[in-house]
């Protein structure tokens, strides 16, 4: 992928380039193939240019006439009481994007971002009440799980493309990111510890589908009802739960992965036994998995998290009714845990 460097649109990203399009660029300046195989394992590592002495001054300069790679760095981190790190990234043409380190038993996993603002406009979300700015590149999603392992001094064993913005809207920039991330010459993840949340781009799912990739597909739903969930997320009136549900049957039909569907329990709206009914109807039968999810509250939204007692009932609902569904662990929920809190706000200070 032939992208310009944000900040530098002059240059061109070398972390964004694929294998055989670096190594095109390379054997153009007339050096042997291995030099590349070295070139692309440090930049999909996370390295500068420079910072690539395993390759001779020569040709690091002449690299650097051309290209960069995008600068990502921790602008901010707010650490909570549960051990998960927030971070504010900066980018290198003043933007700036979250993401959010958990540590697990099994693991670490960061949250990552793959726009920055998003376009979506989800009624519960703060990631997208400015609008969507631009996709990140490949790169700069790689350079999250750099800063973040620079950051902690723990590798990243999992990533969940769930912070700021929708991976399908920046398609062909997260399909990219998804080989790189898992390859052995970058941080070799692999891809059954990826999860990629959608909040339901029919087409680009399907598209997915034809990718037979190994992740985890997490669909955003949050409501069993068109026109609950159109109210909650404005994506459902191009493509309804009447496309959405089978659409991703299809994809779980054709990957043999098992999809997870995200449910934010918002009071006195989707958290009634009605909804818990209709959803037990939607999934049964199709091997999926629910997360319901305790609501992250905004200053900017209406909406305020179900109470236990909700929780509680709907859970047997959904158990009575044969869907595999667990609570999820609520980490970081003193320090703006939630996608695009800490970005908004550090935005508006300044």
């Not at 290209?67 to 009481?81: D, E, H, R, Y």
């Not at 068109?226 to 493509?239: A, G, K, Y």
């Not at 449910?263 to 998995?289: F, Q, W």
Request: charge should be positive; hydrophobic fraction near 35%.
């Amino acid at each position: 992928m032939h992208l310009p460097v944000p900040g530098q649109p002059q240059k061109t990203d070398i972390a964004s380039l694929r294998p055989e399009e670096l190594s095109a660029e390379i054997a153009g300046l007339g050096q042997p193939k291995y030099r590349a195989v070295q070139i692309y394992s440090g930049i999909r590592s996370g390295r500068a240019i420079e910072e690539l002495t395993n390759v001779p001054l020569s040709l690091r300069n002449s690299l650097a006439e051309k290209f960069a790679v995008p600068a990502v760095s921790v602008a901010k981190k707010q650490v909570s009481s549960d051990g998960t790190e927030k971070y504010l990234f900066a980018l290198g043409d003043g933007s700036f994007v979250e993401g959010v380190f958990m540590r697990y038993n099994h693991g670490n996993t960061l949250c990552i971002s793959t726009q920055v603002g998003c376009r979506m406009g989800c009624a519960f979300c703060a990631s997208g009440l400015d609008g969507l700015l631009r996709g990140l590149n490949p790169s700069e999603m790689l350079g999250e799980i750099a800063a973040a392992q620079r950051e902690t001094g723990q590798r990243v064993d999992g990533v969940v493309m769930m912070g700021t913005g929708e991976p399908l809207d920046n398609y062909e920039a997260s399909l990219e990111f998804i080989r790189a991330v898992s390859s052995p010459e970058s941080f070799n993840i692999g891809q059954r510890h990826i999860s990629l949340s959608t909040s339901g781009i029919v087409p680009k799912i399907n598209a997915l589908a034809r990718e037979k990739l190994g992740i985890t597909l997490s669909v955003s739903l949050h409501a069993p009802f068109d026109e609950m969930r159109s109210r909650l997320m404005p994506v459902n009136r191009r493509w309804g739960i009447g496309e959405l549900i089978p659409a991703v049957t299809a994809y779980q039909q054709k990957t043999g992965r098992r999809v997870s569907y995200e449910y934010a329990m918002i009071s006195g709206l989707n958290d009634t036994p009605e909804c818990a009914h209709r959803l037990v109807s939607l999934l049964s039968g199709k091997e999926a998995h629910v997360n319901l999810i305790r609501l992250n509250e905004i200053a900017e939204s209406p909406f305020h998290p179900s109470t236990k007692e909700n929780l509680d009932r709907f859970m047997g609902i959904l158990e009575h009714g044969h869907i595999n569904a667990t609570l999820r662990r609520r980490l970081g929920r003193d320090i703006d845990g939630a996608c695009g809190q800490l970005r908004r706000r550090s935005s508006e200070k300044n």
